[in-house]
């Protein structure tokens, strides 16, 4: 019994000595998307290899059994295996798991095994297939934390990307680079934060996404547009800089988001409700009649909206007319030396007030006269105008009168040739003649020439008439 186990371990010793693999899968490094192969070559002892199995694992799990696929890989696997005998060598087998469009998840070390009776006989060398990994179309994606944001917020804004070997590069369109790490195992994020203020509305950020490694690698995402919600910012362009006596308008410009639901005017001192005029949309105010007592006048204007409210202010500065400053002291001067020369009399101020109240008049009057005589020269002309130019006839040698000479023709009545008369007791010969008068309206004269000779008489006819 002892010498037949020994005999056996002898033949199993000299059966696994022939047994070796002449070519082990080596490393290899290749890009996503992109084909790769790894091989093993095994030399057997004997030509019947069908008593061997040959196994792929990867990381440790195997993968395939011969040219087999093991089940739960089949739907989504990405690579055949092959088994070819070398026709040089029957011996010798070549075992080979090709990538037709290697994943991000083929990643790892590779190993074949020999299998002979269901026992282990041989492991290759593990080898490393690495994988420039490229992250999937969709990234990367750039998000915001929230869709509106009220000024004062903090602004997160991310930029994601599936994680991949070699890790990507995210970069903010400002600068701000980071290498980003795994956030919850399989996607890479960089973040970007703000604070929230009016500039900002409307802001779109933009993330690029870049691999050292791939240098076609260049892709980019924009954020959406952030709405900001603000408070009015208020502002009134007009200086407060105005001439006394003239109308004066101040209006309140303003930004908000959202819109402004109302505006408020606060003048102080307070004004009449009659010195002013606010406008339907209320963001216009109008000063009738300003006069010095309103200078200093502090006028504010508020606008308010669903987020809050802002005011600005202007101050009055009357600008009084210095013609009319002179005017003033030139007639109270008069005045005093008036009442000085008249002995500080009541009736001498009178005299002057008549005086200035009737050369008002005076020029209000002749004013008035004026006007009529031109108003009644301008009625007077218009019909003088309208026949002198618009009569038919005008002409400019008043002695001359143009007549025109119609077409005159003649015909017999009854288009027959008329006989002789042979006595003139029995016979009238009457002649018809016809004038076409033009239809021109200018024309309101015209002559005939008539032949007296024409005509032939009858002494016993009353009847010598001319048609």
């Known amino acids: 019994m ?17 047994l070796l693999f002449d070519g082990h899968p080596s490393n290899s490094t290749v890009r996503a998307k992109r084909a790769a192969s790894l091989i093993c070559i095994v030399e057997f002892d004997t030509t019947f290899t069908s008593q061997y199995k040959l196994k792929w694992k990867k990381d440790g799990e195997y993968i395939a059994t011969g040219d087999i696929v093991r089940e739960d890989l089949k739907i989504q696997h990405n690579f055949i295996v092959t088994i070819n005998e070398d026709n040089n060598r029957p011996k010798r087998i070549i075992y080979n798991i090709f990538f037709y469009s290697v994943l991000n998840s083929d990643r790892g070390f590779y190993q074949c095994d020999v299998f002979g009776n269901n026992s282990l006989l041989l492991e290759s060398d593990k080898a490393f297939l690495n994988v420039l990994q490229i992250p999937h179309d969709k990234y990367p994606l750039c998000t915001s934390y929230k869709d509106v944001y009220t000024e004062g917020d903090d602004v997160m804004l991310f930029c994601a990307s599936e994680y991949t070997e070699p890790p990507v ?3 903010w369109n400002d600068g701000v680079t980071h290498v980003v790490e795994i956030v919850d195992g399989e996607t890479a994020r960089l973040q970007k934060r703000l604070i929230a203020n009016p500039d900002l509305n409307g802001y779109k950020a933009v ?15 924009t954020t959406q547009p952030l709405t900001i919600y603000y408070k009015p910012r208020v502002s009134i362009p007009q200086t407060g800089l105005i001439s006394a006596g003239k109308q004066a308008f101040f209006i309140c410009d303003t930004t908000a988001n959202p819109a402004v639901t109302r505006y408020t005017w606060l003048p102080l001192p307070p004004l009449d409700n009659k010195e002013y005029n606010i406008d339907n949309t209320g963001h216009i105010l109008m000063l009738y009649n300003p006069t010095i007592k309103h200078d200093g006048t502090v006028i504010t204007c508020t606008a308010e909206n669903q987020i809050g409210s802002s005011s600005t202010s202007v101050t009055l500065m009357i600008q009084s007319d210095t013609r009319n400053d002179v005017t003033v002291k030139s007639q109270t001067k008069d005045s005093v030396i008036i009442d000085v020369n008249e002995n500080n009399k009541s009736h001498g101020n009178d005299t ?19 006007a009529c005589v031109v108003l009644l020269v301008i009625i007077v002309m218009i019909p003088v105008y309208y026949y002198c130019l618009c009569s038919r006839n005008i002409t400019r040698n008043q002695t001359t009168t143009i007549v025109h000479q119609p077409e005159v023709y003649f015909e017999p009545r009854d288009r027959m040739t008329l006989p002789l008369p042979r006595t003139r007791d029995a016979t009238i010969w009457r002649r018809s003649f016809a004038a076409q008068a033009p239809d021109d309206k200018e024309v309101d004269a015209m002559y005939l020439e008539i032949q007296s000779n024409h005509y032939i008489y009858a002494a016993t006819s009353r009847s010598n008439t001319m048609r």
């Open 352 to 370: 002057l007030n008549k005086e200035t109240s009737s050369g008002l008049s005076t020029d209000v009057i002749v004013i008035i006269t004026v």
């Open 169 to 171: 590069t995210l970069r």
């Open 207 to 221: 993330c690029s996404m870049t691999n050292v490694q791939i240098p076609d690698l260049n892709r980019n995402c």
């Open 2 to 18: 002892l010498s037949i186990l020994c005999t056996t371990i002898v033949l199993f010793v000299n059966f696994t000595n022939c």
